[in-house]
């Protein structure tokens, strides 16, 4: 399978020469639990979106954009993920693309009075879908980076993951097909704590250091990754 990653953001400057970039995160997590090939289109840099005709399946990547911006890829991303939706394209969306998935799926997102969500969050798992082959666990933790939230559910969408400060931190879309995550099972922890350092002074003193302590957590990163896996697997289209 050809897995088309959509990217949205660029890792901020002052670190951005000590890690890689958000679509080689995506294919390194990836490429531990299947075996894809891997295109890139870079919406951020002034790349044209492709025709969903064309794309086998697609990942949307965390963006520091919010879904109401006024950033000129926007509206034609929004209008591809429709366009994709109709065309039965399996589509992933993280973090940023997790928003623009419910925004443009009938959802409705803003920036949450609740506050940044930070560090290792975790999530109780409301429902597994049949992709999912494990065992279904109880609970999901995974890094977080986050202030905008989906606060209207989509029509069709399924929860399955949730928390008191995430309602809907993970959605299923059967009939789109899509799936979407709020979390970030892409991030390694050194860049988590990086990001979270970086951002301290708008984050604030006591939340980073939750933050950053919370990283001593186990997380499920691998876990959601077979989930996105299985997800591509069972949604795979006929060519």
């Known amino acids: 399978m050809k897995l088309t990653i959509i990217e949205t953001g ?122 999912v082959t494990e065992t279904c666990p109880p609970a999901i933790s995974a890094a977080v980076s986050h202030q905008d939230q989906v606060v209207s559910l989509p029509p069709g969408a399924e929860i399955i993951a949730a928390s008191d400060f995430t309602p809907y931190a993970g959605l299923y879309y059967p009939d789109a097909p899509a799936l979407s995550f709020q979390c970030h099972p892409e991030f390694a922890d050194a860049y988590s704590a990086a990001l979270y350092s970086l951002r301290r002074p708008r984050i604030g003193e006591t939340l980073t250091d939750q933050a950053l302590e919370s990283l001593e957590i186990e997380g499920d990163h691998t876990r959601l990754a077979r989930w996105m896996a299985g997800f591509l697997a069972a949604h795979q289209r006929a060519r």
């Open 10 to 131: 660029l890792v901020p400057e002052p670190i951005r020469g000590d890690f890689e970039d958000y679509p080689a995160m995506f294919r390194h997590m990836m490429s531990g639990v299947g075996t894809y090939d891997f295109d890139t289109v870079s919406v951020v840099k002034g790349e044209a979106l492709p025709d969903p005709d064309n794309v086998e399946a697609v990942l949307i990547t965390g963006s520091p954009a919010g879904v109401y911006d006024d950033e000129a890829w926007i509206g034609p991303m929004i209008d591809f993920i429709r366009a994709g939706a109709g065309a039965g394209v399996p589509q992933i969306g993280i973090c940023f693309g997790h928003q623009i998935l419910a925004e443009a799926l009938g959802g409705k997102v803003v920036k949450s009075d609740k506050g940044w969500g930070v560090g290792r969050h975790t999530y109780d798992v409301v429902t597994c879908p049949a992709f």
